[in-house]
């Protein structure tokens, strides 16, 4: 959500800041702009829509300088159009900002009271105002930038410009993470460190509440509390080459190929090689004697929630409760006296999943992240970390980072079942090897996209889609239903299957898709009874079942999707696969934009 690049060098920046921007896509927006300063002082160029449609702009009117911010939006507060674009200029100030401020209306009163004209609808603006109106009153620019900062709630990171100092961006977080690069001859500033890898894997990451003055050479870090601060430089584990598409036609479509590596490497990162067992490091205590966890999370991570919960509690025996991070943190929650959290989350930075994690450590619960990204806030904060190996995921819609999060919380599961001594070292091995499979069951998951593909069109035609799920599915069913109203924008919902004739089977209608994804278990004849159900009122079944399985459905589904034989516990991860097939290959025929959806971002850092 939104994006943050900025450079200070001995050279012209507008180029590279424009491919930071490009870097930026993945997070989601609607407008972009750029700002430099040169001997004019500052000069602006903004666009909404595309990167695209900003690089044409300066193509027929160029602007460059040494020094310069660029930003790409996502709209909160006005319309997403050229005039409420970023850079935000209020006299020789420009800023960009990502988040909310949440007290901008009496900021912007206060500043309109001193007679200063404001140019758009957003509560951003009032950041650049506050800035000059302190350098008016005879603050320098760092003063007068650090005093702004000072008065502003709510969450945001800002990087700022002040013509009269044409060498030194300003940046500032709180609650939006912000990261500075270490170039030679230069320095930079961004969102996060994939925005700056073309120019640097030298970072360090901000803490919360610190402010930084980035020169050609260097940078000064305050904290919170206006305390000079040396905040340790970091590589960034960032593979450039991993983040490019290759030769797929979308980052989607790359990433859902990608599955079988991830799963590889994730895989290996949990187990002993010397003893075949769960290797949990430092979280195995945390996990051995709790007598419950919660496990929190937003959106496709929130299903891998729910689907962990059955694992959990089937295979070690703890109560697991699950809570979308934005109730979570407002109902006063009850939480364990013995237990711990978990904070599930691809980037570390989801603003409702971090907030509850703050919430907890207040309250001394001991907590753990299941995270795609080491740097994070979240990862920072969390007493332990359970790391996912799914590598950079740029696709708005989740596809490996999902997968490779059900991974960790199946071995998690496994390894805390054999702490609390409810599987022996032999049926742990065996649930092991099970997953051991997940690249090859995989792969061959992802042979049934010609199927999926000509699956597609009935998709694209329909009214609304159903999905339906029982058990560790059920969550499945949930995904399936969101992967399809992300990248298509169609209706679609998912249940469980048994709840069936409590309201849903009203929808069902002639010619209505049904997807069922129901791998042979203990309760695939329930599920088969609920496919009659909807058969009989004309539904379109399209069923998803392994080998097993197939022979239950027979001909009561009108296309079937046959996965490889699914041991142990690897059902709903190679289920998501042709799930992830059906959600593309149906927005490719609608044409829609895959990789950055409309109105959807790639990391919520807003509530």
Same mark, same amino acid.
């Given at each position: ?280 490091g430092e979280t195995a205590p945390l996990l051995k004697n709790a007598d419950r966890l919660i496990a929190i999370a937003c959106g496709t991570a929130f299903y891998a929630a729910s689907v962990g919960k059955y694992w959990f509690e089937a295979l070690a025996g703890v109560h697991v409760e699950t809570d979308i991070a934005s109730e979570f943190r407002y109902r006063t929650p009850a939480l364990p006296q013995n237990g711990a959290a978990l904070f599930i989350s691809q980037s570390g930075e989801t603003a409702d999943t971090l907030a509850a994690m703050r919430y907890c450590n207040r309250a ?119 992967? $399809?109203? +992300?990248? #298509?924008?169609?209706?679609? /919902?998912?249940? =469980? @299957?048994?709840?069936? &004739?409590?309201?849903? !089977? ?16 203990? $309760?695939? +004849?329930? #599920?088969?009874?609920?496919? /009659?159900?909807? =058969? @009989?009122?004309?539904? &379109?079944?399209?069923? !998803? ?63």
């Amino acid at each position: 959500m939104c994006g943050i690049v900025g450079i200070v060098s001995d050279k012209p920046v507008s180029t590279r800041l424009m491919e930071g921007l490009r870097r930026l896509e993945y997070r989601g927006y609607d407008s972009a702009g750029i700002a430099v300063v040169n001997g004019r002082g500052i000069v602006r160029r903004r666009a909404p829509g595309k990167v695209l449609n900003l690089q044409n702009l300066l193509d027929g009117a160029p602007i460059d300088g040494n020094c310069g911010i660029a930003h790409t939006r996502w709209a909160t507060h006005g319309r997403p159009n050229e005039q409420n674009a970023h850079p935000h200029q209020a006299g020789n100030v420009a800023i960009v900002h990502n988040g909310i401020i949440e007290n901008f209306k009496s900021l912007r009163q206060e500043m309109a009271n001193k007679g200063r004209v404001f140019a758009t609808e957003t509560d951003t603006e009032v950041i650049a105002h506050l800035i000059q109106d302190n350098m008016d009153e005879g603050l320098s620019g760092e003063d007068a930038f650090l005093a702004a900062v000072e008065r502003l709630e709510g969450a945001y990171a800002v990087a700022a410009l002040v013509g009269e100092a044409n060498q030194t961006l300003y940046a500032a977080r709180h609650g939006s993470p912000l990261v500075v690069g270490f170039g030679k001859g230069e320095m930079f500033v961004g969102s996060d460190a994939f925005a700056l890898a073309p120019f640097t894997k030298r970072v360090l990451y901000l803490e919360e509440g610190d402010s930084a003055v980035v020169e050609i050479d260097s940078v000064r870090v305050r904290d919170e509390e206006g305390a000079s601060v040396n905040r340790e430089i970091l590589t960034a584990s960032i593979s450039t080459v991993m983040a490019e598409k290759g030769n797929y036609r979308h980052f989607m479509e790359k990433e859902i190929h990608e599955q079988p590596e991830a799963l590889a490497r994730t895989m290996a990162a949990y187990i002993d090689p010397e003893t075949d067992l769960p290797a949990l490091g430092e979280t195995a205590p945390l996990l051995k004697n709790a007598d419950r966890l919660i496990a929190i999370a937003c959106g496709t991570a929130f299903y891998a929630a729910s689907v962990g919960k059955y694992w959990f509690e089937a295979l070690a025996g703890v109560h697991v409760e699950t809570d979308i991070a934005s109730e979570f943190r407002y109902r006063t929650p009850a939480l364990p006296q013995n237990g711990a959290a978990l904070f599930i989350s691809q980037s570390g930075e989801t603003a409702d999943t971090l907030a509850a994690m703050r919430y907890c450590n207040r309250a001394k619960v001991d907590t753990i992240g299941v995270l795609n990204t080491p740097e994070s806030s979240i990862a920072r904060e969390t007493k332990t970390n359970l790391r996912t190996m799914a590598g950079p995921e740029i696709g708005v819609a989740s596809t490996k980072a999902f997968t490779a999060q059900l991974a960790v919380l199946a071995m998690t599961a496994i390894g805390t079942a054999s702490l609390r001594g409810r599987l022996s070292e032999a049926e742990t091995q065996e649930h092991i090897r099970a997953l051991q499979a997940l690249p090859e069951l995989v792969q061959k998951a992802l042979a049934t996209k010609a199927q999926c593909q000509a699956i597609a069109p009935i998709l694209a035609k329909a009214k609304q889609t159903i999905f339906l799920g029982r058990g560790g599915y059920y969550p499945l069913a949930l995904e399936g239903a969101l992967k $399809l109203k +992300e990248i #298509t924008y169609l209706a679609a /919902e998912g249940y =469980a @299957a048994g709840e069936l &004739k409590h309201g849903p !089977i009203a929808l069902i209608e002639e010619g209505t898709p049904v997807v069922v994804i129901a791998p042979n278990d203990p $309760l695939i +004849e329930k #599920t088969v009874s609920n496919v /009659e159900e909807v =058969a @009989a009122r004309g539904a &379109k079944v399209i069923a !998803i079942t392994d080998e097993a399985g197939a022979e239950s459905f027979d001909t009561r589904a009108e296309h079937t999707i046959i996965l490889p034989n699914l041991p142990g516990l690897t059902g709903p991860i190679v289920s998501a696969i042709p799930l992830q097939l059906l959600a593309y290959y149906t927005a490719l025929e609608l044409g829609t934009n895959l990789d950055q959806p409309r109105n959807l971002a790639k990391s919520v850092t807003v509530e």
